[in-house]
């Protein structure tokens, strides 16, 4: 490899504009990048497709940085390579606002590929990325990097065992092994075989041995695991963290600032002015200037595909009106999804192994995404649900919408990728089904009851429980209207169709439903939702002076005017909530509440509904003891 | 094997009452007990030490069903082997408040050693066991049944690594590997080599070829597997799903009735006599006669450790004074930590590679559990959090406290054992640290904001959220005494000691911590926790009309009786919240809240402070607003 000295000085100026973050914003993350800078060089420089000007070309290779608290060093190539940061950025590290967060922030126009952090996350990311190129016929390559936190988690393991099924050769992860965690080194707790793990997950593995320093054999392995026929590649990166310091290869250079001594010693051993910091010598800016030239060369425009908008298809969902016949909410929208299916070419559906269960089966059940046909709208992705929710949240970064699905209270598996996709507003649609104890017979470990509060409590996340097929259609045009991800929840129980629920006033988040004959002798407004809001109105109609709101959307009603949430729910009026789940969230609405605070049991639906006294006539004597 | 023809009617029995329970009950899953019975027959008749008349006896092997959808077959096999069922308790499975509910719920007098149902738990709370037997010195055996769905959950390989790691010789997991989940064939999603998995995670591997009828294998291979002398055995066993019914290897025989006419199929093909259901012939009645007598024989009393009591502790805990000295509330932590673990034998503390982060070191860091060493009271899990939460359930079935941790944000990773620990009322200590925004510069995905509220949201489960070290050593001897999971929630910043916070009084749940200077003139009560107490006493000191009220604990402060509670929270008077969090659950106790209801932001503490408007002035403006 020519020019080596230069490359080497380049990899210095990444490994010092890092340090020098860290050390001014005295926060943050030196090891990493120390040891992970000829990695990145390489990569950036040498391999990866990708345009500055355009960072939303959609033919460019992807990067993700799974093991996130390394930012400094992804911040540092960003801004080197042409990326809209400057040297004030850098020196903005970790502060407020700052195009320099503590951890990468989805934002595609200055180059971070999808928010991360949280470990183990952006292996899955990358899978989701993977599969919407090769679903797209997009001939690129997708790089995550991570460190050892991240292929501990379990849902790398979920994510990687997918990638290899699927044979994802578009995929390419690139783990720092540096044989240290937070708590010391990785032998007191992680000593299984990797390289043998991901050959039995039907990866291909290649090694550098000397990540520090070995520029030509980075190159090599990553042009190699570039061009893998059939299945993905993890590249093992011998490195050292804290490469060059006096802490190297110790965990106390993981996470706190080297100081001005080490950074001293460091600059030293990296032959550099210790003087200086933040520094970027003229050979080096000038690599770059020629770099940044060669990349607008390489830009070829893409020809974006015309599919069918989403206006469109929220259009014809609502045409699909509410028939005579019953349905559980979960079969209502199954025929939502076959429209949605059918009418947008870029959306993808599937389930955690409960296809029939979520009722998500919407396409040619022999025909679905498999590693020799991607052209299908169906994914099975096993029984993965922590791994489904972070795929969709890598596919959703492509123009694709992803559909994902299991029962509510299997949230619980999920919560990080569901965090994830709402702090990145990720455009996510959910479909929990099973939504309440009302599943019956599973019992305890399968019936939410803390589920909705759980979801109603992550900003940026619409909620969403329609009553019938007219909601369930209204809840998927807000679906797929929102700018970021929502969750529907259905029953597996049948729900009779309600006579006034509407799909306009159902936007508003809450509405009127049930007005008591005399509108002036309102004494009780009950509000609802889902399954109860039929049970909520056959109370209103015995006690004759109650209004039913049906709230499938707090978010949706909290955006409301004073006017309109006046007019719904007037101050004047006592109010009482019915939900089949925990109270804890509903006094912000009502001044009581009617719910379950405690575990299901497994029981008939019949034998359920009374002992959980979620009877006509149990609710009639509650609020006679109230009003 | 002598006897086999007598051995196969027996394996037939269970196979044909646990289709007659699903039958019955018009609800269940009949497809894993027909593969799975002849393992269940050997493992509980040849292999397994147990005795039915003291089901807590501490020697015992221990089953888990982690697959806990076939617990039919597994309610079978304990009515026969003498635990206390009868036949109608088999009859009336799945129906309210059985002894045979839809999913093995936690009852050891029964038998059954853990909940099961969310898929993968089971191995990771074997791992748990095992580690508690190894600690303890019981010469015992912990069999975990499972099936596709379980080793495809992330929490499994998260689990069986560190089994491997730990080389648990004691742990025997029994994949029924009968080639269907729900959605298919697994060769839609799982065409891993799991064989080679569990090899790269220093697993023995065994496999048995035909686990519908080969005991003679089967028994053999237990045998094996029992004696493995450094690694944790996985035990492959091909079976049929469905085994004899004309749906055998069907994924429909999964979780749907057989039916009166596949039933009579079935019982045709096993030679038995289609007219009777429910049916235990006098040789099968004979058979187990003669197991219990041996079972009966064969048991040893154990001698029961004499360890220093939990009361104990609680009271040297409360010795722990607060010092003049200001702490973050996780250093409280620590303090109380060392003692618990000086004065308690059989506690184990870890965290998930946050040790000094969570303060959770406690022991010499040379000095913790491995593979060599179990006695030491520190275990480290690795980047783990959703096993090691789904183990800590595993230790806590012994007569061992495990206090784990991690980062609060990062309940997302271990919720559902969390709700697990919660449903079966497991005593397990969470330490989460890092409890608010106020952690600073890791930024939005390492800053709760909605953390609290869902930890409040589950039933069963203690939240508590100190404000200083009194009120940190409070919590523990609430956590210490409370017979179920405890969150622990601590800051990262430093808190300052609040004049009249009380051990006592916060047993409570909530107290008054700050009063103005004439009571009659009282305006207003501000509720706050954690970090938020002082800064509430701040602006009730400026204001002058207004209490403040520490509520470290909700859950608590709902079970007081009604005098306590209107003296601390009078009805006449206007509350106000102030907590650095989702703001949902608080309308239950105050008027208007004061809180955060978006994502937090990479900053310096100061500048999140300001930007969110958790300031003096602020608060003070917004009330007056509010008055």
């Known amino acids: ?35 992970c800078a000829p990695t990145i060089f390489v990569l950036y420089c040498m391999i990866m497709k990708f345009n500055f000007e355009e960072p939303l070309w959609d033919l460019r290779d992807r990067f993700i940085l799974s093991n996130g608290h390394g930012c400094a060093l992804l911040y540092s190539i960003l801004y080197l390579t042409g990326y809209n940061y ?41 899978v989701g990325m993977a599969i919407s190129s090769k679903k797209l016929n997009i001939d690129n390559t997708i790089y995550v990097m991570c460190g050892d936190g991240c292929l501990m988690e379990g849902v790398s393991y979920e994510a990687a065992s997918i990638a290899g099924h699927l044979q994802l050769n578009n995929l390419v992860v690139l783990y720092d092994d540096n044989g240290i965690t937070i708590d010391g080194k990785t032998d007191i707790t992680f000593t299984e075989d990797v390289r ?19 520029i030509q054999d980075i190159f090599d392995k990553l042009t190699l695991a570039k061009n893998s026929t059939n299945k993905p590649t993890i590249l093992f990166i011998k490195t050292t963290i804290g490469y060059g310091s006096v802490l190297a290869g110790k965990n106390a250079v993981h996470g706190a600032p080297l100081g001005q001594k080490n950074t001293e010693l460091l600059k030293d051993f990296l032959k550099a002015d210790k003087e200086k910091s933040f520094f970027v010598d003229d050979d080096v800016k000038e690599y770059f200037n020629v770099l940044k030239q060669r990349k607008k060369e390489e830009y070829i425009k893409s020809i974006t595909n015309t599919t069918k908008s989403i206006d469109n298809v929220i259009q014809e969902i609502t045409t699909i009106k509410n028939e005579d016949k019953s349905y ?11 429209k949605i299916v059918e009418l947008l070419s870029n959306v993808i559906v599937g389930s955690a192994d409960l296809a029939e269960s979520n009722k998500t089966l919407v396409t040619d059940p022999a025909f679905y995404i498999s590693k020799n046909n991607f052209q299908s709208k169906y994914l099975h992705y096993g029984i993965r649900e922590h791994a489904m929710c972070a795929i969709a949240n890598g596919i959703s970064t492509y123009d694709i919408l992803p559909i994902v699905s299991t029962f509510l209270v299997f949230i619980t598996y999920c919560l990080a990728p569901i965090r994830m996709a709402a702090l990145s507003k990720h455009k996510v649609i959910y479909v929990f089904t099973h939504d309440s104890v009302f599943l019956g017979e599973d019992g305890p470990t ?50 009779p169709n309600i006579e006034k629920s509407s799909v306009e006033d159902m936007k508003k988040g809450a509405y009127i439903v049930y007005e008591p004959e005399e509108k002036r002798d309102l004494e009780l407004i009950i509000i609802a939702t889902g399954s109860e809001v039929h049970l909520a109105i056959e109370v209103a109609k015995k006690i004759g002076t109650c209004r039913v709101v049906s709230m499938p959307c707090c978010e949706l009603f909290d955006q409301q005017d004073t006017k309109y949430k006046e007019d719904v729910l007037p101050k004047n009026i006592k109010k009482m909530s019915l939900e089949a789940g925990c109270t804890l969230g509903w ?36 609020i006679k003891t109230k009003m």
């Open 1 to 35: 490899m020519n020019n080596c000295s230069l490359y080497y000085k380049i990899i210095n100026t990444l490994r010092l504009l890092s340090v020098d973050m860290v050390n001014n914003s005295n926060s943050g993350h030196p090891g990493m990048p120390l040891g």
């Open 86 to 126: 400057s040297l004030e950025d850098l020196k903005n590290f970790r502060q407020l606002h700052s195009k320099t967060p503590g951890h990468p922030e989805y934002n595609k126009t200055l180059g971070i590929e999808i928010s991360t952090g949280p470990l183990g996350q952006g292996i899955a990311n990358g």
């Open 196 to 214: 043998k793990r991901f050959e039995s997950l039907q990866w291909n593995v290649l090694e550098v041995l000397d990540g520090n320093n070995d």
């Open 328 to 338: 559980a909410t979960r079969d209502s929208s199954n025929i939502v999804l076959r």
């Open 446 to 495: 399968h019936q939410p009851v803390e589920s909705l509060t759980i979801l109603r409590s992550i900003p940026n996340l619409l909620t969403i429980r329609p009553c019938d097929t007219t909601e369930v259609s209204g809840a998927y045009q807000i679906a797929l209207k929102n700018e970021g991800p929502t969750a529907l929840i259905f029953s597996r129980q049948v729900l």
């Open 587 to 622: 006094y912000k609405y009502a001044d009581y509440t009617y719910g379950i605070d405690r575990f299901g049991e497994s029981a008939k639906i019949t034998d359920i509904k009374d002992f959980f006294d979620f009877t006509l006539e149990k609710i009639q004597n509650f």
